[in-house]
Every structure is written in C-alpha cells, then in structure tokens.
C-alpha cells in the first residue's frame, strides 16, 4: 500500500477551490491502493481533532484568522496552527510516508516538514508567496515582511523534490532557485473529478433575461470592483440581466454593500458540489475575473467547474496568455485582457446572444482531456 501524505490549508468544513481540488483527487486516488493522511488547518477546534478510516486518516486543526482579510492575522494563525501539529507529530509514532504533497500558498507547511519522515515531496504551487503579497502592493521588496516570508519559501523549496505550478511562466520564476536548491520544477493544471458528472449540452429555456454567474472566493485577487462595474455597465445600458455570486471572499461584504441598490443581484454561501453544478446549469454566462496585478497566468479553478458544465464562460484577466490560448483555441467563451474590451464582450453578448451560447459546448472534453483528476495522478505518481 502507497503511504501519502496531503498537507493542504483548506479542507473540510472549508469550501474552496483548494479544497474541492484535494477531495477530487482523493476520490479518485482511493479507487487504487493508497492510505492517505490529511493535515489541514482549516478544522473546526483549537485543539487538535483526528478522524480515522481504513483508508484514511484526518488530522485537523482551526486557524481561527484562516479566511481573514488581515493578511498578518492570517500568517500568524498559519504559524501557531501548523506549530501546534508539529507538537503532536513529535509525540506520536507515524509512518514513514512515500510522499508528501504540499499545496501552495501556505508557506509556513516548511515548519512541519522538517519534522516529517518521507521519502519524496511534492508542492503543488499556486499563488507564489510572498511574490503575490509584493505584486499587489501589500508589502514592499526586501522590508522586513518580505524577508521574513522569503526565509520560508525558500525553507520550502530546498526540502521539496518536485515542485508543480500552474503554467509555463510560473516556471520562469522558479529558475533562479531551481539548480542551487536542487529541485525539478514542471507544469501541474488544476484538475477536477468528472467520473460523476455527466456530459450535460442542455440550455435554458424562456430567456427573458442573462443570468451571469460567478462561482468561488470573491477576494482581492478577484477584482470585487470590476465586478461591480460590469453590474453597474449592464444597468445604465439597459441589458436586461440577473447577477448571481455562489461563494465567500475577504471582499464578499463590500460587494454586497455596492449593489445593495440593485434588485436583480443576489448572493448566496457555499453550497455542496451537486448544488453548484445545478446552479451552473441554469446559468446562460459564467464569470471569471482576475486583479490586474497578477503578474503570473493563474488559472482559476471555478474555470474547471464551467467548463465540466459546457458552460460559456466570460473571462477577464489581463495579459494571462495561457487562459487567452485556453479559450479562444477551445471556443469556451470569451477573454479580455483590457477593460475595454471586456465591456465590447459583455455587449457583444447581448447583441448575438445566440452565437454566443454557442461556445463552451466543447467544455466536458477538453476538461476531461487535459485537466482530469486521472491526468493529475499520472504526473503526480509516475
């Protein structure tokens, strides 16, 4: 049996896309032969809670500033939590795991795994720490955060056998500590589990008007205010439209405060996958929206949901050329890089609406083709 190791920050009770990409992953894994432990810091006690199964075993802890806009609050929750699981690994006999796999951002997993017996390490990395802190603005290169936060990615970096990011130009990043720390760095597109979901190419009827929905964290990374502008737009344009936000996020309740005049915007918690697939059908356009101070080409996870759904998606995320390929050369719906153009999209929606609906058809495939959670194991495991 192969001993694996997940540490990842977001897990149940949490939803999130971190979450939802580990529980697709586990689903599929424990069709084989696997014994999987969980270490998470998204629990629901102070103290440290563990669940055990045949084929599984939980081991969770709460950090309480864990969604926390504070990004200081959230480190320091992130130290003490991951310090309080240390403390326990020391008293208790664990095995010795055939690998671990780390997902990114929290950088502070370096504190544990010092501690951890394996014989090989993964990180799945994805918001590059503390490069996203100093891309928006939030610290400043080489101040004392910035130092501090460096001492453990590189912490991270030099006890990891494999690091994964999300694509190509993420590696360009990595290459300055690839060959003095040792490491292989290559290309891992988030994934999603589709043996459940079926190929579903239905469309709604008796449109009145465009139901848009957006899926997933509404933070900073997000741009609440440009989502706000495309409300706005379609209001002084007179495009008649409903506006549906399924998830949480730091920048959720300022959100809610703009449109607080507006009738035909509505938001709504986290809901369980089956739910949120159901509410994608009956969507006709699905949103995603990226800061312009992004300087990597993310690629956001509710994105897979969209697409699993044959859904046509509107993507605004500036000068990501790996989600410009991704759209335009699958026709999964429309992409900007411009605020500009984005509004030539939104009415290019209205105006021909029915060759716009016309996208996203292809979705289910090239998910299944290329971001599945069977084409994640293959690399993760080969």
Not at 22 to 41: H, R
Not at 79 to 96: A, D, G
Not at 181 to 192: E, G, K, P
Not at 314 to 334: D, M, R, T
Request: hydrophobic share 40%.
């Amino acid at each position: 049996m192969y001993n694996l190791c997940i540490l990842t920050p977001h897990f149940y009770p949490v939803r999130s896309s971190c979450s939802s990409l580990f529980k697709d992953l586990i689903k599929q894994l424990l069709k084989n032969d696997y014994k999987i432990t969980i270490i998470t810091i998204s629990g629901t006690q102070d103290k440290i809670k563990i669940i055990n199964t045949k084929k599984i075993t939980y081991i969770g802890v709460k950090n309480k500033y864990l969604q926390s806009s504070n990004n200081y609050l959230r480190g320091i929750g992130d130290i003490i939590s991951i310090m309080k699981i240390r403390n326990f690994y020391n008293k208790k006999n664990f095995t010795i795991y055939d690998q671990v796999i780390i997902y990114s951002p929290t950088i502070f997993w370096s504190i544990l795994l010092l501690k951890l017996k394996k014989k090989l390490v993964s990180l799945v990395l994805r918001d590059l720490y503390p490069k996203w802190l100093l891309d928006h603005k939030i610290i400043r290169k080489f101040s004392p955060s910035f130092l501090f936060l460096k001492v453990f990615e590189l912490l991270l970096y030099f006890q990891t056998n494999r690091i994964y990011v999300q694509t190509k130009k993420d590696i360009n990043y990595l290459s300055k500590y690839k060959n003095i720390l040792n490491f292989d760095a290559s290309v891992l597109y988030n994934w999603i589990y589709l043996d459940n979901l079926l190929n579903k190419k239905n469309l709604r009827k008796n449109r009145k008007h465009i139901r848009f929905l957006f899926v997933g964290v509404l933070g900073l990374a997000q741009d609440h205010d440009l989502l706000f502008k495309i409300i706005q737009y379609c209001k002084i344009n007179n495009l008649r439209s409903t506006f549906f936000f399924i998830g949480a996020g730091t920048k959720k309740a300022e959100l809610i405060k703009l449109t607080s005049n507006f009738k035909n915007v509505f938001f709504f918690e986290e809901i369980q996958l089956n739910k949120l697939d159901n509410a994608i059908q009956k969507c006709d356009v699905c949103i995603s929206t990226l800061s312009k101070h992004f300087k990597s080409d993310n690629f956001p996870g509710k994105i897979l949901r969209y697409m699993a759904n044959n859904k046509p998606i509107l993507v605004h995320s500036p000068n990501n050329e790996f989600l410009k390929s991704l759209i335009e050369k699958h026709s999964l719906g429309l992409y900007s890089s411009k605020e500009v153009d984005l509004f030539k999209n939104i009415q290019f929606i209205f105006s021909n609406f029915d060759l716009f609906k016309k996208n996203g058809c292809s979705g289910y495939d090239v998910a299944k083709k290329y971001f599945s959670s069977k084409t994640a194991i293959e690399i993760l495991f080969k």
